[in-house]
């Protein structure tokens, strides 16, 4: 990452004490709460380092947990002098940071949300901190400092975007639904739709510049909706009714398996190993890319609609009258969700991507059918209600996080009349004065979210005006 230069006049420093998606936002105002004549210190942590691994996936680095090298005992005159400064001491040695530089352009700097870009630096552990003298009431006549090095494990660069219609040129599925989609690490997005209301056939639909073209694909082995799509490597899963179907990326069939009940949903942990879930609590497993799959006990009798994988030994299933599976190494186990909901759709579940070692590792997500978004940051043993604009009504349709540890949070939330709005959270997840409504065109309901990056994102759902409807979420 490049240097960023700041000035008191078109920047503002702010931090998550907790790490990213740990409450909201703090502006760092180190010369409030100072105490009159304070002599300076320095306060030495010990060295850090970072090291990468490179993902099997997709053979790009994935950082691993910051290191540090045993400092030097601290003294008891340089704790007294810490104590001193006990608004600072939640910056102790093992803290991890969400560092926020936000460039503001023109209005008041204090309003959270007012920004032309913001540089977001996620787990930044702190090398030291170092305090010069300070007198009270003279402002400007002494420095202090709060030093940190740029060793977070990564940098989100986010900008100020909006929804716009695409316009797809589609000429076979334009009148109909998409129903899911997926993005391929080469940036690909494929969707595929409900089933034609004239030819009965579902249709395959694919850009590979960013929605300027669509290729039109139509399914002609399947005859009923589609309602999931995940790409398996070199190729794709679709469902549609009983049926899971392997098919290249061009759109031809290559192998089909016959459910024992509709299947709803799909997840890829590798391209080898996919999971399946559908009507009356089916859950499906297959270890050899889709070929040949293999039920699991789930414990419940409910419709399953929504899946998440955090690895392949650990993936959460939601569905109707508040049904949330954990499955932990071959165990599927109901989740207790929030007594208010035991009768509410879980429509979607998001987890954080955080590689072995970080924080938000036991993060879940679950956006619910009565409006509500819920998160636990412990595994599901907890729950708390996540604000959002028009929370409690409507339904929230889909939930997705993206980039390293889940920075950047969007959702799709469905009024009561059936129009949807996107909703951003660049500060995590932490909901509050941290989300932003982006502008989306109108709607008849927005199903299909499919974000790329920070900036970059897809929406997808029904008809709209006797014609397709795709937004696209950009600068």
Known sequence: MGDIYLSSVNAVIEVQTNGT???????????????????????????????????????????????REAPEPITPELTSKVVVFNYMEQFGPEARLGLYVRHVAEGDPSDPMNYAR?????????????????????????????????????HVLVLPVSGKKLSTAWTSANDCNVTAADVDTDGTIYAVTAADPVGGKPFLL?????????????????????????????????????????????????????????????????????????????????????????????????????????????WYVGGANGTLLEYDRGTLSALTLPSGLSAVTVNAIALPYAPSGFSRRDDIYIGMGNGTLYRSTDGGANWDEVSLPGSGSGTVADVRLVELLGQVLYVVHTDASGNSVVLRDWSGGAGGINVETLDTPSNSGLTVLVPVTANDAYVFGNVHGGAELVVKVEK
């Open 206 to 314: 694919k850009s590979s510049d960013g929605g300027a073209t669509w290729s039109e694909t139509e399914l002609a082995a399947l005859s009923v909706d589609c309602t999931a799509v995940v790409v398996v490597g070199d190729k794709l899963l679709i469902a549609a009714g009983t049926t899971i179907a392997l098919y290249d990326k061009n759109g031809t069939q290559l192998n089909a398996y016959t459910a024992s009940g509709n299947v709803a949903a799909l997840a890829a942990p590798d391209a080898a190993n996919l999971v399946a879930a559908g009507a009356d609590g089916l859950v499906l497993v297959s270890d050899d890319g889709g070929y040949t799959w293999t039920a699991l006990t789930s414990g419940t009798s409910n419709d399953l609609g929504a899946l998440a994988v955090r690895g392949l030994t650990r």
């Open 21 to 67: 998606g740990r409450g909201a936002r703090e502006i760092v105002d180190l010369s409030a709460e100072v105490k009159p004549t304070l002599g300076g210190f320095d306060k030495d942590y010990g060295a850090i380092t970072r090291g990468y691994v490179l993902s099997p996936r997709n053979n790009q680095p994935v950082p691993l947990p910051v290191r």
């Open 118 to 154: 913001v540089d977001v630096l996620n787990d930044v552990a702190l090398a030291s901190l170092n305090y010069g003298d300070m007198v009270a009431d003279e402002q400007n006549t002494d420095m202090m400092t709060l030093t940190v090095p740029l060793n977070a494990a990564a």
